[in-house]
């Protein structure tokens, strides 16, 4: 490799968190640029997204993947431009989405690598609206949950980068939608940009109260990203044949007790409910389609989209705390160089 | 009404319990026999069912059917002869069932009657598998559960009444049956005599290790009674798209604190699997569905059935808790009289 090759700033694994993850659960080191093999592609990272499911890659034991192993680069989804390829299948300057790792540069396989069309929204909403968060949206939604016109849709972590999608896509199914969010700018934010029917502060109300008075119906679907008490809440409140969707639980993800369980589980079985889980990755090769749908959507100025952009692959842990602190506003990239 | 009417013995709901119902829960009084009014039928009750369900009927609150009021009959399914009927369909001494209620005789429109058809089986197995608990099995399993050849399937509270039967009928749709239940009695009646692959014994066994001994695949279907721990245990050994059918949480219905709910519940997050609750009302319009495949099941020797009968309406108070500590072994009736 030349010497001139420029450097790779990474942060790799360096213990399993106890809770909330410190910077030192990561050592932050200058690694040189790995060339690129047969069939693969240097990229250069420009944007990483933070997801709150990277805290579940972090803890060892099983999963729906591997944990990070330690000493490994931190597992972080990204979008880059090429800037060497031995694959046909890309060439330099080609913009692209991929598992890159918290890192400046990432060499890997062709096949793993997304190519990202030009121009319908600047390059950090396809880490989100256009990512793989739009794509647990769309298919958590409407495959799981499987939503029908005149039915109240109500959503955790709704301004949220999944969330937001979510019940924006209830509402162009003809549901009602209810977001649950913390503080009174993300709620003004879910009904007068969004187009939510009702938004609940989580900081501010009961949520339990809340609910009942903006649902009172009951809950056809219940799409959780948080876990814990509002799953609860929610579930007391479930209609006859409710659905439940688990996506998340970021409530739960840096407890070092036990997680809690949710106590009205039985309301499942008083009322006929069913509550199952989502895994994005299972649609990946569906993914085509939602992004089509969300693309136009998009275009038509029905689905509005908002990037939450922290500077400086170097801020990583901290950027990646604003999850859990609920600061972040909209979908959380770290941005690692200019465009 | 004749001075010579014979009376009615009745047990009417006194106190909501807390806890394990007591005998001071009921009042147990002695009524005249109400004649039956135009399209109505006089049911002589010969057996009373004792389930599970039965204690939550007894509690205040929002449930799949209103709860029993104080004051009222206590509510329960009974299987009888008719003595007298103003009824066109039902002549006396036709055999029905219907919720007749703890008591000596119950009068009540024909169309809340069912005529049980004569023959294959000793008139109690109507109120076990080829009554409400044979089709909450057939249904929870093949219609909730949907087992697929080849799949493990776990029940627990395995020896009782729906228990048993889902586990047999996992058999004949070619899965592997590992029934959970309390003692050695039981444990070997599921495997020697009804054909379970394996039992476990809760009361000697650690549970999770002899399901990972036994399920070294995980769990396919999880056909939950019990709720509590076993329900955690089941959880955290769910294979990919498993199904976790919600019938009944014997464990927490005479709980006096919170519910406790299932911590292991991301478990259906990570392996994308299904919990959905069941509740046969649903089903009673297919009802001859199940009882058919049942009844040709029984006579091929495929399906067996045991029932456990307590003598005396009077004895009721005590007979029903031997459902919660475990001792009845079978479907648990109580004999109101001779047939």
């Not at 934010?189 to 029917?197: A, I, K, N, Q, S």
């Not at 009205?264 to 990755?281: D, H, K, T, W």
Request: net charge neutral; proline share 7%; with cysteine.
């Amino acid at each position: 490799m030349p010497t001139r090759e420029p450097q790779n700033r990474q942060f790799r694994l360096a213990a399993r968190p106890q809770g909330l993850p410190r910077r030192s659960d990561w050592s932050f080191i200058t690694a040189p640029v790995q060339p690129p093999g047969a069939g693969e592609v240097l990229v250069r990272v420009l944007y990483i997204s933070l997801d709150p499911a990277m805290r579940g890659w972090m803890h060892e034991g099983k999963s729906y993947i591997p944990p990070v192993q330690i000493g490994a680069v931190m597992r972080a989804l990204g979008l880059g431009r090429v800037v060497r390829s031995q694959s046909p299948d890309f060439r330099e300057g080609d913009i692209v989405t991929g598992a890159f790792g918290v890192q400046d540069y990432a060499t890997l396989p062709a096949r793993e690598v997304h190519a990202v069309p030009p121009g319908i929204a600047p390059l950090p909403a396809f880490l989100g609206v256009l990512g793989m968060p739009g794509i647990t949206a769309y298919f958590g939604l409407l495959e799981i949950g499987r939503p029908v016109k005149g039915e109240t849709v109500v959503v955790s972590g709704a301004a949220g980068a999944v969330g937001a999608v979510v019940g924006q896509i209830a509402r162009i199914a003809g549901c009602r939608a209810v977001g649950i969010a913390g503080g009174p700018e993300k709620c003004r934010y879910l009904t007068e940009e969004l187009g939510f029917d009702a938004a609940i502060d989580r900081h501010a109300e009961d949520v339990r109260a809340a609910l009942e008075r903006h649902c009172p119906d009951g809950i056809n679907i219940y799409f959780d990203n948080v876990g814990g008490p509002i799953l609860d809440d929610c579930l007391a409140l479930l209609a006859l044949h409710a659905r439940v969707v688990l996506c998340g639980a970021i409530s739960q993800y840096n407890s070092t007790g036990p997680i809690k369980g949710p106590s009205n589980y039985i309301s499942l079985l008083i009322n006929r409910a069913r509550m199952e889980g989502m895994v994005v990755f299972d649609y990946m090769h569906r993914a085509p389609e939602a992004l089509r749908a969300i693309g136009q959507w998009i275009v038509e100025g029905r689905i509005k989209h908002r990037e939450d952009i922290v500077e400086g692959v170097e801020n990583f842990p901290e950027a990646f705390l604003r999850l859990f602190s609920g600061e972040n506003f909209g979908k959380l990239v770290l941005r690692v160089t200019a465009e």
